[in-house]
């Protein structure tokens, strides 16, 4: 009895105590502001199973989109933010679909 009390209890904290010694690392938001019609900043290295999160500063919709389209955000209103999780690693180049001449890249490790 006295043991599985304990066991219930060792569940318990188990189940609400913060991840101390994480068996992989954690992946990490990275932060990209759309502003004055650029991608800020323009490139960034992340590793895979990283989300990028893209916020929209500017007073028209964007998108950021994959050249290759294998990755897109959805259309990003005035002072939205839209995430992609990176799932694969390479060099990718992207844009906003409405805006062809806002580039940007990120190398995916
Ligand atoms: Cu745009």
Redesign the pocket.
């Known amino acids: 009895m006295r043991r599985s009390i304990l066991f219930a209890f060792a569940l318990a904290v188990g189940a609400f105590a913060p991840p101390l010694f994480a068996q992989t690392p954690q992946p990490h938001l990275v932060l990209v502001e759309i502003q004055g ?1 650029a991608f800020v900043p323009a490139m960034i290295e992340v590793a895979v199973g990283d989300t990028v999160v893209w916020t929209n500063h500017d007073f ?1 919709p ?2 950021a989109t994959a050249d290759d389209e294998s990755w897109t955000t959805p259309e990003l209103p005035v002072d939205a933010a839209g995430r992609v999780v990176m799932q694969k690693a390479g060099l990718f180049t992207y844009h ?1 679909r ?2 062809p001449a ?1 580039k940007a890249t990120i190398l995916v490790k």
């Open positions: 019609f028209v964007h998108t906003c409405y805006h806002m």
